[in-house]
């Protein structure tokens, strides 16, 4: 009969298997002071393994990013276009505490209501005019129209939006205190989710009548 | 002719007086390793302030609170009463990376959909049935009706609610790895600001028209 | 003769069982700042790994947990029962820097002064009347007796303990800061480790003779 | 009648005196990354104030230390002598995160089991022979005889103790990963209160009849 | 005979004076979670003291900052132009956990080696073409020439340097995950300083004889 | 036909390899809270692994490392022998935040101007009269001949060194607030590096003529 130390027993490469499939994303943490000098993320496309390329095959390319350098696409109901560089994209911020967007927006465009469940915001406009707004936890509302190279913050975890007031596109970008600062967008988040939120919940939440809120619903996609 | 030096001069008292003001919240850390045992927090209601009681005038009151055993106030549109322990209403709490909040739900109370800043929570149901709920960044929603002594995690940042969908009163208890996580509650981050948001940007963020965004601001005060 | 390539020979197995093996329990901190929304402890029993399963495969039922439902057993020396909910029996809470456990007390009941590594302890009474204390640094005592929905905070590292002083039995939560705060319960990380600390260094430490220390090993286990 | 606006009014006196004194202990988190080259800590002697001196007064004096230099007291019944250098001896650590200290044992001597509640603490022998020992949270005992040059790494948290096992006098130095991690001894944490733990309290965790309680309280000078 | 309770003696004046004096920089660390929304930095010019403004006072100017749309003056001898944007140029970043700076570079102009002691570096340039590099701990030189939205990341702490290698003016912006990274520029910290490091111990470090070390320090007003 | 569900079929045993291997470095943060009492690090040589031990399997050993104890190599051209014991050569340190080195100078020998990316470095002399000192983000040089027993701090990230200004061996141990603080050592990460940095770019940086910095380069290999 055959010992369940062969290695070649199917029990032992499932095992194996097991244990190195369940390897690939591994939570850890590298917004605090890293354990290396950097840490390129190897993981197979659309995962959020945090691994290291090993140092010998490290080059100048996984240093550098050219994504934010195309033009986002505004076709669409919100006329914004977000392009992200964070350690998905750009594996050379892995555990290096920073990461950045570009958001285009076509005149009139919007980048709705949104949070970020761990980073605060700073905002840079290279072109155009943008209201740029944020709402604190007393409910005041900060804004301000920013314009070509000038700055608004918005702290960790709080409602913000920015909006194109000028008359031809805007340029922004967006850098974060996180590689990975997650976003959380206040209309998908209440109307848009899968399974939708309850609908008397969301009508009790605001104060609205069914039909509101199953309008509401229907516009993202429930 | 009096000499500035003199400490009884208006200029030297003044100057004395607006740095003791300016002192006053201190927008120290105390989520990461503390640097003292503890620091009973002490500063005029109201304020933010970071500063520690005197060691010698501590005592074992200061660790103590009893604010939570009180049944919050449900007589709100929302059927919901919250009562907070963070270290605003419970000074010891100061530095030490936690707090505490009690909810009670009427018969078909709502905590309405809310992120908080700075924590992830832990709920524990202490009476009753709730459902509570929160949406992942992708919008994936998780749900479950948690019973006495069950535990639901939120993650940091999130949006998340809780309902009582019992025949009686539910009480709930969260805490959070933040003695001061913040609160950002949907319904009126977006549409109870002071001042409003613009209510084209609201209606375009929300796809609706200004009816809808206007009577959803009115129900929120604006 | 076979060469070393070929995937099926035992040194590539053998290889790819200790490198997967090894994996198992990655030290990654969660305690800050997560990098992702959340990320469910995935690992074989008893171990302490800290990998994610997959997104896809996450349900709401990976956010919660009953296991604090049951009364602990209090049929033992200390009239106490510990019930753990931390990433280890509730792989939800993994990276999210929070725990939380339920102590039930017999009449008389003793949870043992002990000291949590990694923590800040929030104590709340859920039912009977509790002493609850801890000694500071300058080992000064500070203790209450809290009773239901009353609050306690024993700040990070510092020995303390819980004991019912009313007629029933006792239930206690505690919460902490951490997701895995660790436990050093005194009386037996001093006389019931394996192997024994040296009888006479112990006698020193306590100031006793031979006898008194070897009746103290003796009461746990050595 | 005097204006309240007065500033030599007796009120805004007081009320600069009790803003000013309340500032002394300010609880900031240094251990992180710092947000300045350095802060040399003032504060009136004794106290734990984390205020910075004028950079402009700054001088080298300041990031130096000598008071290692000298041998500590071992003239007790522990037969050790600790010396510190923390931010309260040695302010120019303030925000930066370490601290030292040195032990001197006489032959035979002993630093009682302890623990550090915010640091992990690494030993090195530079005299003598020291038996190293802490205890892990499965009460598990790990000890070595470390000598001159020699390392031996606790764990934060853990209970642990040095003892002089050889013929001479011995030397310790001790580094921590915080620039005050505090300690806990453990036989004055249990039975050197002030005021005492109950003693029937302390009987129950023990496992010992009343009158080694009460000889082992009278040996901490209950 | 007067009272040392008379709040009007000089004992006490000169006690608050000292004290609130003392008070300015509070090293507090706002990169980790901050413990309430934000904190607009207040304090006398030049100093960096961590206080906030009282929060009925903010207004949203105090989240906007304009003073990165100016041309750096390039008129040196490296022909660059640093434009900060830390907590101290824009008080609203205070506790946020990011920093802004611009750098303009004249033709050939040079940003010289230098590390930043407290944060990683996010490097975009805005325009023209600039060669930007960093050296990891094995002293491997990763560089490449960035345009127009491309970006480079520099790891936390090593050196690096950014250099126009077009042909007309170039603009970069670097972002920072600290509020206040702080700058070592690498040729004034070694041939800068004041007093001048001794310049046999220069001679020796960079293997020069006397000569080259005087010409060298005397190229940095030593 | 072969199935691909076959745990046999090279696809498999190729995909359970390649997730294996790509394990290896995990670039977790371990200078925050650990999540566990310890963590040994098991990793193949030379590779920066960060993994643990099976509890079953640590020892006392693993806490104890005598590699200090030896004198380093000073036969070099800086008369400075460097001994490490950071988590790669003691792996009993890893997730424990603190790490230390030793430093042998021969008489005259100089540890060259270097900093630190990821800590905060407590120096003691333990032999001999060493120059240690820093330089400050404002190129202010602060100073001091220290001696046996006596310390001095370097804050985190600046430029420092250490110099033998006695008439025999000294020895220097130093100390870090992380496991694996880095090493940047100024003369090579300016002139050694691989490949060398543009010698018109460091002319300029350094305003010197090619000749100076052809020889600079050449002293440090290039």
Redesign the interface.
């Known amino acids: 009969m055959e010992s369940p130390l062969n290695?070649?027993s199917?029990f032992?490469?499932?095992?194996?298997?097991l244990?190195?499939?369940?390897?690939?994303?591994?939570?850890?943490?590298?917004?605090?002071?890293?354990?290396?000098?950097?840490?390129i993320r190897?993981?197979p496309a659309g995962q959020?393994?945090?691994?290291?390329k090993?140092?010998s095959a490290?080059?100048?390319?996984?240093?550098?990013?050219?994504g934010?350098?195309k033009e986002g696409n505004t076709n669409n109901?919100?006329g914004a276009g977000l392009t992200q560089?964070t350690?998905v994209q750009?594996p050379?911020?892995?555990?290096?505490?920073?990461a950045?967007a570009?958001i285009d927006l076509a005149p009139?465009g919007?980048n709705?209501?949104h949070?970020?469940?761990?980073?605060?915001e700073?905002v840079?406009v290279?072109k155009g005019a943008v209201?740029v707004?944020?709402?604190?936890?007393?409910?005041?509302?900060?804004?301000?129209v920013?314009?070509?190279?000038?700055?608004?913050?918005?702290?960790?975890?709080?409602?913000h939006?920015q909006?194109n007031t000028g008359k031809g596109k805007a340029i922004v970008?967006v850098?974060?205190?996180?590689?990975?600062p997650?976003?959380?967008?206040?209309?998908?988040?209440?109307?848009?989710?899968?399974?939708?939120?309850?609908s008397q919940?969301?009508a009790?939440?605001?104060?609205?009548d069914g039909e509101?809120v199953t309008?509401?619903l229907s516009?993202?996609g429930n």
Chains 1, 2, 3, 4, 5, 6 share one sequence.
């Open positions: 290695v070649l199917p032992f490469l499932y095992l194996c298997l244990l190195a499939l369940f390897q690939a994303p591994t939570p850890c943490i590298s917004d605090p002071n890293p354990l290396q000098d950097f840490c190897t993981s959020s393994a945090a691994t290291c090993a140092a490290v080059v100048s390319d996984d240093f550098f990013f050219d934010l350098t109901s919100f560089a350690h750009f050379g911020l892995n555990t290096l505490g920073i950045m570009r009139g919007l709705p209501p949070t970020h469940p761990r980073g605060s700073l840079m290279l209201l707004g944020f709402v604190s936890g007393d409910n005041v509302l900060y804004q301000k920013a314009r070509r190279g000038e700055l608004f913050i918005v702290p960790k975890g709080l409602v939006f909006k970008i850098v974060f205190d996180s590689q990975f997650g976003i959380v967008p206040a209309p998908f988040a209440l109307f848009g989710t899968k399974p939708a939120i309850d919940l969301l009790k939440a605001f104060k609205v509101v309008s509401l516009n993202f």
